[in-house]
Each structure stands twice: as structure tokens, then as C-alpha cells.
């Protein structure tokens, strides 16, 4: 999931025509390598989907995975793809029979960090768009940029540095924005656009996340960054959730007036743009709703409560947490809440996830998961004490890289006295991995406490069964596609709901659709026991790597 779909989503949120009664016959019409439309109903289930793949369906931008990989770090997408694609998904979405007048709103999330330019009187062509004509040929114009960075780029280091030196260092940086310094985080990117093209600065009025972009094209005028997204961005002072004049500064002069008004997440922008109206037959009174980043709205996907933990295992390994406290440190991100304003979200993404798992089996037994999982249900927790830690990829927390593997002593050894036992030792140390950075990003595990798993390893029970009892806790699944994409189309229904209650985001959405969890393992006592003990023992190990890892570094 974090980092590792290079996507957008459109959500639109709709009525059904008869039948319009609050939580009643309602139809919540809604619409990443590919943008993605998808209706939701009066239950909140879709309804309709349609999607349009960027390098197949539009091959003359030549992207691969959605995106085009130049020299030297840089990683951009053109702009006008994803315009052209947002054409092409809602005349496919009303071919496949969707009546878009019964829209009742419109939200979306999209990758995050990635930015769009916006030319000066670039505001004049969205608010006078031509419904004879496709968006892509009326806002042809209508960047600055052509190609935005996106969040794959790493060709910042050099304006991370200077961002974090005028805050004094990392930590200050971390605590104000939520995030140390980020090559891929927009504050960097816009820095880099002002250092080596002062001309498009110059000619740039607006600065637009993805989402916010999108957003903009449906109302037909530039829409606000919302709160989750805009701290992907080490731009926002995220418990006054304002701008941070500091890093406002420190990045580019006029910045300010650039990137707009910042808003609450679940912000009624306004009614959609009547180009809409006049070319697809969306109701007038349709509403848009602030879009948000990709991984806010998974979690608002996820219903997550507080002591709860997501962990999506896909090709990387990421930790979501919903946070009482709003500050950020040297580890993982904190984010605005998109869901609860007086909240916080944790993340933490670990690069050597199923990857890893994968190569783990393959050399072990094969190509089968049935027989990698035969070893671990029938080995012993804890391994007898032998620790293993595989970065195939260099990490990014923590930032290492290679294959190390210690004695009940703590030795470094070169292998263990089994070579199967690198499949219990993988799985262990990941758990105890994810574990022990939840716990330092806030998490507490305690009797209160459950886990949310999701991602392609989520089907596998003997790996969750390990994950239960290092986190001596239940873990649960949503059973449902798209968390991101459905999330989005929660954040439109509960802003256009039709009461004023008070009532939290998470009570109203399980109310209307009657989701449930679905609960695959519970944890095995002595089990846990044993894992108490190993957590310290992980925590030496890992300490003991880095050193290694440092020390071949330096000659
Ligand atoms: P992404 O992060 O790209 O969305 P997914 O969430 O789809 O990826 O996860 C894909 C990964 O799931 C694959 O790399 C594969 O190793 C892993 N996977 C699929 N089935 C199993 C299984 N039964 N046990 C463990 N891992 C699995």
C-alpha cells in the first residue's frame, strides 16, 4: 500500500433517484498505474468501477507504471495523463450505465507528495471550461509544469539538507511538520522547482497536491490542500494545522500565496463545476468534497480505533496507527487525522516486506507457501533463540542493508545450524520488526488492543498467527478491496450527511454498512511469552547489525 501503488482515485458519492431518503434507497454514486472511478450505494457497497491504466490505455506518454524514470533520481508524471484519464474513466463510467445525475458528491485521494504548477490565469481556463470540448484540450495551457514530481523522485537530498539546517536540524524539522526531511515530501520538490527553473516558479500562481488538483478540475476553481495530505508535505505545522511560515520560507519566496488557503479534511468545497453538469449530466447540486492523499484515506478505509494497529503486508510492510499526540520524531510520519480533527495518524513504511518473505521461501523450499508455512507450524517459537535480520533492500528504518544472523548469544554467525531456519527467523524478526517500531511511533499493546491486517500476505494464517502473539493481540481483517478508494467514498457520504449529529466517522459508516471484522487469529499465551523475551533480545541484534553495516561502510 504506502509507497507502493502509484496511483489516483476519483470517488464520487451519488443518490439514487427514487427513494431518496436519509440512510434509505440512497446510491452513493461515486467514480492509481491507474485512475480509478467507483460508485458506492446507499449501503456504502460499489456499485460501479471503471479505471483507466495509464501505460496501457494511454500509451503516448510513455510512461511505465504510470510514471517516466529519468537520470539522476528524477521521477515525474505528465499532468495532462492524468487529466486525459479522468476524461476517458468518466465516459467509460456513464457507458457502463451509471446515471451521473444522481451524483450526490464527489471526494478522491491520490498518491501523495507529488505537486502540480499551475500557469498564471491558469484559474480563468477551470473556471471557463468548454463541455463541447475534452479537459485535456481546454486545460492544455494550463501548467507551468508539464511533469510533476512524484512521490518515487529522490533527486532532493541536496534541499532537504537546507530545509532541515534552517530549522537547526531533523528533530525540530520532525516536530513542527511530522516528518524529518524527505527527498519524495513536497517542500524539497518545490525547493528544487524554484533553485533550477526560477522561470516556471515565476509563471506558477498555484501549487496543487494530486489530489488537490483533481479536486480543482471538478469544481472549476483551485481547491483547498486538506489537512491529512498537506502534512505529507514538511510544509505544515501540524498541530495548529496551519502553514509554517518557517518552512514556508525556507523553501521559496511568495510561497504562501501559492499554495492557498490550507482546510480541514471533510471540507464541502462547493458544487461541482457546471462543465460537469452540461457534458456528463451530473446534478448541479452535486458537491464536491476536499480530496486527501492516498494513505489518509486508507485509513479512513480501515476503521481504525484508537489501541488498534493496521499492518498492510504487501510488498512492503506498513504500520498504521491512529494518534493521540500530534508530534513527530526522527521515525515513520505523523499525520493530521483524516477522520477526527483533534486526532493524529502514525505510518511507518519498512521496504523489506513480502519481497523479502518471498525470497526467503524460494530459497528454502520452493515455490510453494503451503510447505514454507509446514516449517513454521511445525518449528519452534522463538526459533531457539536464533535471530535473523534480511534487508535485501537497503532500509529505510533503519537505513541498512544486508543479511545478519546471531546465535541464542548474540554472536553473529554466518549461518544457522538449519537452513530452514531462516523461514522462522524471517517471519519473527519482521513481527518483532513491527512490533517495536509501532511501539516507539505510539502504539501500546495492552488487552484493549487488536490489529487490522490487509495486503497480499494477509491471506497467509500462519504468518498472522506469529504477528498475534508478538503483538499479544487478535488480528482482525475488513475482508474489502480498495481501502484507500473506499475510504475516500466514507469521507464523501459522512460530509454530505443529512443529520447534524456529532456522531464520530467511524459509528456513522459501520452504521450505514453494516461492515464487520472479521477475526483470523487470536494469540497463543505461552507464545507470547516467549516473544516478551525476545523483544530486548531483537532490539540488541538490530543495534549490533547497524554497527556491522556502518563499519564495512567506512574502509
Ligand atoms: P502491493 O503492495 O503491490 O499492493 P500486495 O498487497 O498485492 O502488493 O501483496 C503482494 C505480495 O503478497 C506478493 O509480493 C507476495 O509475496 C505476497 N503474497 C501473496 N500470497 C501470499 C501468501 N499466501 N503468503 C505470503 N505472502 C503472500
Redesign the pocket.
Known amino acids: 500500500?504506502y509507497l507502493?501503488?502509484n496511483q489516483l482515485v476519483i470517488v464520487v458519492y451519488s443518490i439514487l433517484v427514487h427513494g431518496y431518503q436519509k440512510g434509505n434507497g440512497k446510491m452513493y454514486l461515486l467514480p492509481m498505474i491507474q485512475l480509478k472511478l467507483i460508485v458506492l450505494d446507499g449501503q456504502l457497497k460499489q456499485k460501479y468501477s471503471t479505471k483507466v491504466e495509464f501505460d496501457l490505455e494511454l500509451p503516448e506518454f510513455r510512461t511505465k507504471r504510470g510514471v517516466i524514470r529519468k537520470c539522476n533520481d528524477v521521477v515525474v508524471a505528465p499532468v495532462l495523463m492524468w487529466v486525459k484519464a479522468l476524461d476517458l474513466a468518466l465516459d467509460k463510467l456513464r457507458a457502463s450505465g451509471c446515471d451521473l445525475s444522481l451524483v450526490a458528491g464527489i471526494c478522491g485521494c491520490a498518491q501523495q507528495h507529488g505537486s502540480v504548477y499551475w500557469k498564471n490565469n491558469a484559474s480563468d481556463l477551470l473556471s471557463n471550461l468548454d463541455p463541447g470540448r475534452f479537459l485535456h484540450a481546454d486545460l492544455a495551457t494550463a501548467f507551468s509544469l508539464m511533469e510533476s514530481p512524484v512521490w518515487m523522485d529522490s533527486s532532493t537530498s541536496l534541499y532537504c539538507r537546507k530545509l532541515e539546517d534552517s530549522f537547526g536540524n531533523s528533530e525540530k524539522l520532525a516536530q513542527t511538520t511530522g516528518s524529518r526531511a524527505y527527498e519524495r515530501f513536497t517542500a524539497s520538490q518545490i525547493a528544487k522547482v524554484y533553485d533550477t527553473k526560477p522561470g516556471i516558479y515565476q509563471i506558477t500562481e498555484r501549487i496543487s497536491l494530486i489530489s488537490s488538483f483533481l479536486a480543482s478540475i471538478f469544481i472549476g476553481g483551485y481547491a483547498s490542500i486538506d489537512h491529512s495530505d498537506g502534512s505529507g508535505m514538511n510544509l505544515l505545522d501540524i498541530k495548529n494545522r496551519k502553514w509554517c511560515g518557517e518552512a514556508l520560507e525556507a523553501v521559496a519566496p511568495g510561497l504562501k500565496e501559492k499554495l492557498g488557503e490550507v482546510v480541514e479534511n471533510l471540507t464541502v468545497l462547493g458544487q461541482i463545476a457546471p462543465y460537469f453538469v452540461q457534458r456528463y449530466g451530473f446534478n448541479p447540486e452535486c458537491k464536491v468534497v476536499s480530496f486527501t492523499g492516498d494513505n489518509p484515506a486508507s485509513l479512513a478505509g480501515m476503521n481504525l480505533g484508537a489501541g488498534e494497529v493496521a499492518i498492510?503486508?504487501?510488498?512492503?510492510d506498513t504500520v498504521f496507527l491512529s494518534l493521540e499526540e500530534g508530534t513527530g520524531g526522527l521515525l515513520g510520519h505523523v499525520l493530521c487525522n483524516p477522520v477526527d480533527s483533534s486526532l493524529f495518524m502514525g505510518l511507518i513504511c519498512f521496504k523489506n516486506?513480502?519481497?523479502t518473505?518471498?525470497r526467503i521461501?524460494n530459497l528454502c523450499v520452493g515455490e510453494s507457501?503451503d510447505k514454507?508455512?509446514q516449517i513454521l507450524e511445525t518449528t519452534d517459537v522463538g526459533n531457539y533463540g536464533y535471530i535473523g535480520l534480511y534487508y535485501d533492500l537497503t532500509e529505510i528504518t533503519p537505513h541498512i542493508q544486508g543479511e545478519y544472523r546471531f546465535d541464542p548469544d548474540g554472536n553473529l554467525i554466518s549461518k544457522f545450524p538449519a537452513p530452514e531456519m531462516d523461514v522462522r527467523a524471517c517471519i519473527e524478526s519482521q513481527a518483532i520488526r513491527l512490533r517495536l517500531y509501532s511501539e516507539r511511533l505510539g502504539y501500546s499493546s495492552g488487552h484493549s488492543s487488536s490489529i487490522l491486517i490487509?495486503?497480499?500476505?494477509?491471506?497467509?494464517t500462519a504468518?498472522l498467527q506469529i504477528i498475534s502473539n508478538v503483538f499479544n493481540a487478535p488480528v482482525y481483517t475488513l475482508d474489502l478491496p480498495d481501502s484507500a478508494c473506499l475510504g475516500a467514498g466514507y469521507m464523501a457520504a459522512y460530509a454530505l450527511r443529512q443529520s447534524d449529529e456529532r456522531i464520530p466517522f467511524y459509528d456513522y459508516i459501520n452504521q450505514i454498512s453494516g461492515r464487520k471484522r472479521c477475526l483470523l487469529c487470536t494469540p497463543d499465551e505461552t507464545a507470547c511469552k516467549v516473544y516478551m523475551q525476545l523483544v530486548s533480545k531483537y532490539r540488541d541484534c538490530e543495534n549490533k547489525a547497524f554497527g556491522i553495516y556502518y563499519s564495512r561502510l567506512t574502509p
Open positions: 500500500m507502493s501503488i498492510s503486508l504487501g510488498t512492503s516486506g513480502s519481497l518473505r518471498e521461501k507457501w514454507f508455512n490487509t495486503g497480499g500476505a494477509s491471506s497467509n504468518i
